[in-house]
């Protein structure tokens, strides 16, 4: 008899808690958020024609946004039709502009009479960050990958010599492929050392081909990737030494996100 009305009242309280908890989690605006407010892009109109936001580096008219990479003369490939060719016998181009962390589309064919095989057949490259002259940078490949055999982390849509594609979505020589890339910078302590790698996730022609990969470094030819200290970048296309016909590049825009 004694213990009854103890209990009813501990239930009662519990009701009463439980009721008072019920209501704060059924409201709905709780979490909504209204700060700060997005700022409006308007999206390009179709076949992939550059958002409002975006820095233009190729519209099919000059080569105004680049410069040769060697010493930063005029870029002197070929623009015509629209498009711009590798002029192999000029050597690398690369933005006049420098950037960091960046949302980038950019259109590529490979001759429909590519000749050469492997790495020597319809090579180029996507450099994300020229850090140097050279071919110093990460490199994202860009070659025939359309049944070509080559080593998986040298194909198009490879991180070079660091990430094969998830899967190999090239097309036919003479088609007009797409990259869409999201590149993450990596950051620097003040001592030089890595305090975040860098990051890339990679669309080739619609298709996830690098999801958030993690790199080890900028791209060597021979020997392990490794990172250099640099805090913003141009942008480069690779005049590769191959001696298979030039490959063209067509609607190229970048839009920063720092
Ligand atoms: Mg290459």
Not at 192 to 211: D, E, I, M, R, W
Request: glycine letters at 8%; one cysteine or more; proline letters at 7%.
């Amino acid at each position: 008899m004694k213990r009854f009305p103890s209990t009813a009242l501990t239930l009662f309280a519990l009701a009463i808690v439980g009721s008072s908890c019920a209501s704060a989690q059924d409201d709905p605006k709780a979490t909504e958020q209204w700060e700060p407010v997005p700022k409006v892009v308007t999206s390009g109109a179709k076949d992939n024609a550059p958002p409002s936001d975006a820095v233009v580096l190729f519209d099919g008219r000059d080569l105004a946004a680049w410069e040769a990479s060697k010493d930063h003369s005029p870029a002197r490939w070929k623009v015509h039709d629209g498009v711009v060719t590798v002029d192999k016998t000029t050597g690398n181009i690369q933005t006049r502009q420098r950037f960091r962390n960046y949302q980038l589309h950019l259109e590529w064919q490979v001759p429909k009479d590519i000749t050469g095989e492997g790495q020597g057949r319809g090579n180029s490259g996507l450099f994300l960050a020229s850090t140097g002259p050279g071919d110093e940078g990460y490199e994202v490949q860009i070659m025939d990958s359309f049944g070509n055999k080559t080593y998986v982390n040298g194909q198009a849509a490879s991180i070079y010599k660091q990430a094969a594609p998830l899967v190999n979505a090239a097309r036919r020589p003479g088609e007009w492929q797409s990259y869409d890339v999201v590149w993450t910078a990596p950051v620097f302590a003040a001592d030089g050392s890595v305090k975040l790698p860098a990051y890339v996730t990679l669309f080739h022609n619609g298709v996830l081909v690098q999801n958030h990969t993690e790199l080890a470094g900028e791209t060597f030819y021979i020997g392990k990737p490794k990172y250099k200290v640099y805090t913003d970048a141009p942008i480069k296309l690779q005049a590769h030494g191959d001696h298979s016909q030039p490959i063209s590049f067509r609607n190229i825009w970048v839009r920063p996100l720092d």
